[in-house]
């Protein structure tokens, strides 16, 4: 497939000396249809401007400014992958903005600011780093948040546990906390060999939307009773919350002391939190 006039990314990568790095979590997808099918499964691009976590030598990059994005802000700590994506953006005048550093370490709702308007973000994430950085992301004070779609690649357990539901076997912290705020759907599976070096386990995109009005919560808190809740996952709520006020915050809103955590409902998580 042919998406611009660019060299393929393996030649890219050859010419550039770019191997893959473990320490970094780099599995580089050079399939160019599914860099576009990832892209396009983001949602209308043209006028948006989308932030790129890991872009590596770049192929979904290449992607997302061909589906249209009107400029890509691509995040890379790899020093040898700058020259790459540099190339990218001579083909793309003015739509690539490269910033060299860590992706933990970075300010991103100032990155939005700078654009006066909420930002995609789209990312063939680092294993290593992609659930924390949705977690940031997810546990902003501000809310609306400074995003207005997530679209992410994760190992499929992850994504699994994402957009799990109450009574799921992936249900837990992640699931409730990715529901109280947004809309979570898992979209595809990425076979391992689709990736060089392939990894370990399959992977899956998934894309999430922020609700404009979720329930009100104390974040703190709901982070403490998911946490003990499923840090404890096998015991009854009364024992697994002892520590947050046991049989009696559980009674107090009304939820069956014998009960076990992946059967609450988020509505239910969340007034336990407020009780608390």
């Known amino acids: 497939m042919t998406i611009d006039h660019l060299p393929p990314l393996r030649e890219v990568v050859e010419r550039h000396r770019i191997a893959a790095k473990k320490s970094l979590g780099q599995n580089f997808l050079f399939d160019l249809n599914l860099t576009s099918k990832i ?3 983001s ?3 043209k006028n948006r401007t989308v932030i790129e976590v890991g872009p590596g030598p770049g192929g979904l990059t290449r992607a997302l400014l061909a589906e249209g994005a009107a400029k890509v802000i691509a995040i890379e700590r790899d020093e040898r ?3 790459a994506l540099e190339e ?11 910033v060299s550093g860590d992706a933990l370490t970075i300010d991103y709702p100032a990155l939005a600011e700078d654009v006066g308007e909420p930002v995609k973000i789209v990312s063939n994430l680092p294993y ?6 949705l977690l940031r992301w997810l546990t902003l ?6 995003w207005s779609s997530l679209t992410l690649m994760f190992q499929k357990e992850v994504a699994q546990r994402i957009t799990a539901r109450t009574g799921d076997n992936h249900y837990g912290r992640l699931g409730v906390l990715t529901g109280w705020r947004c809309e979570a759907l898992r ?10 070096p ?3 386990v399959t992977s899956s995109v998934v894309h999430l939307e922020p609700k404009t009005d979720p329930l009100a919560a104390d974040l703190s808190c709901l982070e403490r009773v998911t946490s003990n809740a499923f840090g404890q996952r096998r015991k009854m709520l009364r024992q697994s919350l002892k520590a947050l006020g046991g049989e009696a915050v559980l009674e107090k809103v009304g939820i069956d002391p014998t009960r076990r955590a992946e059967t609450l409902s988020i509505e239910e998580f969340v007034a336990l939190a407020n009780a608390i």
Do not use: H, M
């Not at 990218?88 to 490269?98: E, Q, V, W």
């Not at 290593?128 to 950085?133: A, M, P, S, V």
């Not at 979209?187 to 060089?196: C, G, N, T, Y």
């Open 187 to 196: 979209l595809f599976d990425v076979p391992r060999d689709a990736f060089s």
């Open 141 to 146: 004070g501000d809310w609306p948040p400074f």
């Open 81 to 83: 992958c700058v020259a």
């Open 88 to 98: 990218i953006g001579n083909a793309y005048p003015g739509r690539l903005d490269i």
């Open 39 to 41: 892209a396009r499964s």
């Open 198 to 200: 392939p990894p370990k």
């Open 43 to 45: 949602g209308q691009l």
């Open 128 to 133: 290593n780093i992609g659930t924390e950085l």
